[in-house]
């Protein structure tokens, strides 16, 4: 079993639209195994692929550090539905250690997604799992909740930021913002 490491800021496949999972074998398996331990050591709500340097449409959610018993591993997600209303929520990730900030997202969705049975299957979300589907999902479209953090988050975040920044500039040459 491979350890996964979390990528954070600054790495360019973060900023990738990830590829839809197709025939779920036992690569697709192997690599939720691994997610779920780097999940489990990293002491996350949610996990995607992306973040462990895998640009595919899969995300993990394990509300149990939030004290809720939901743990789910899905396949190509996507929102189907947006409520209206915007709610505020201070959000942290993963892949942007240390960094805190109040993001807005609409308070219910509802995601279509594929099992690893291969079985399709509706969620109507709301609360934190709405919350953290939506962040995991825009992982997989190559955004970061940083991208909609007021000024003011970012002004308070940016030494932080600019860390992350210089860690993979030094690591791999390059980065993408
Ligand atoms: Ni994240």
Not at 13 to 28: Q, S, Y
Not at 107 to 115: G, H, L, N, P
Request: glycine share 6%; net charge negative.
């Amino acid at each position: 079993m491979a350890k996964l490491e979390v990528i954070t800021y600054g790495h360019p496949i973060l900023r990738e639209v990830a590829k839809p999972v197709g025939k779920v074998d036992e690569r697709i398996h192997s690599i939720i195994r691994d997610m779920m331990d780097a999940l489990l050591e990293e002491e996350g709500i949610g996990l995607a692929a992306p973040q462990v340097g895998i640009s595919e449409r899969i995300v993990l959610i394990d509300l149990s550090k939030s004290g809720q018993t939901t743990k789910m591993a899905l396949l190509n997600p996507e929102i189907i539905f947006s409520s209206k209303d915007m709610v505020p929520y201070e959000e942290g990730c993963l892949s942007v250690p240390d960094v805190w900030g109040t993001v807005y997202r609409p308070s219910s969705v509802r995601v279509k997604a594929k099992t690893l049975t291969g079985k399709s299957i509706l969620i109507e979300a709301e609360d934190i799992l709405a919350r953290v589907l939506q962040h995991e999902i825009d992982h997989l479209n190559g955004k970061l909740f940083i991208d909609y953090l007021s000024e003011e988050d970012k002004t308070k975040n940016a030494e932080k930021i600019t860390a992350l920044i210089e860690e993979n500039r030094k690591k791999l040459g390059h980065v993408a913002l």
